[in-house]
């Protein structure tokens, strides 16, 4: 389904919702979009759960992972979506304006115009975090997980890396030509039994996840994000210059490679 098809039919979707014709599928969810980011991550949801993907698979959305000895005790997947060929994680970026980035730059650069930049992590490196932190949650390879970064199509990827390996940069109207290519691509990583238990697994975070508990996690990240604790390992972070700049990094380095922007 191209991407215009899958946007039509969500379009149709939420026309249907205001004449009472459907219940509207996000208002089912355990926890609503929050703004505009999230509205991104259903986005992303809705094309992936509407684009005759093939195989075996299952989606969860705003899903929390427990992080073992971390001072933010969790970390939030946008949307996690579980299959036979592995399990793939989507960062949803709703952005608009020129990005600029590399692989290895801690921080990104959204361009509005000459005057209006605005920095933000380095997604790779954060859903990189994701997977490690959910491979090891549900026991399974990191091999056997695929990563996506999903910007918005009002954005310009004008610099960004090409995919790389277990990754891929796209715009949300390519996303699903890029993940048939995946699954086509791929072995089937997961028999009947595996796959019921990772779905149960997963079923058991997400149940977990709740209005309550997202809450708490974005109150978490405020204040370690505002202070001067690692929300890692709960080191001191000190202020340090690199090759882009001042940066804020923990103590512990390099067995904690938490960074934040001094901006």
Known sequence: MAGGSWRNSYLNHLF????????????MASHQPRGAGHMGEYLTEYALAHGGLPGRMRLWSNVLVPKDGAVVDETELDVLMLHERGVFVFESKNYSGWIFG???QRMWTQSLNRATKERFYNPVMQNAAHVRVLSKRLVVPERDFVSYIVFSDRCELKKVPAD????RICHRD?????VRR??????VAFNGLQYSTLEQRINELAAASTDEAQA????????AQSGNVCPRCGGRLVR???????????????R???TRDAG
Do not use: I
């Open 256 to 258: 904690c490679r938490y």
């Open 164 to 167: 790389g390996e277990g990754y």
């Open 216 to 223: 708490f996690h974005a109150q978490d990240v405020q204040v």
């Open 240 to 254: 340090r210059s690199g090759k882009y700049g001042e940066f804020f990094g923990c103590e512990n380095f390099p």
């Open 182 to 187: 995946d699954l086509a691509s791929r072995d």
């Open 16 to 27: 249907k919702v205001a004449k009472g014709e459907e219940p509207n599928v996000f208002a």
């Open 174 to 178: 390519d996303l699903l030509r890029l």
């Open 102 to 104: 590399s692989e290895g």
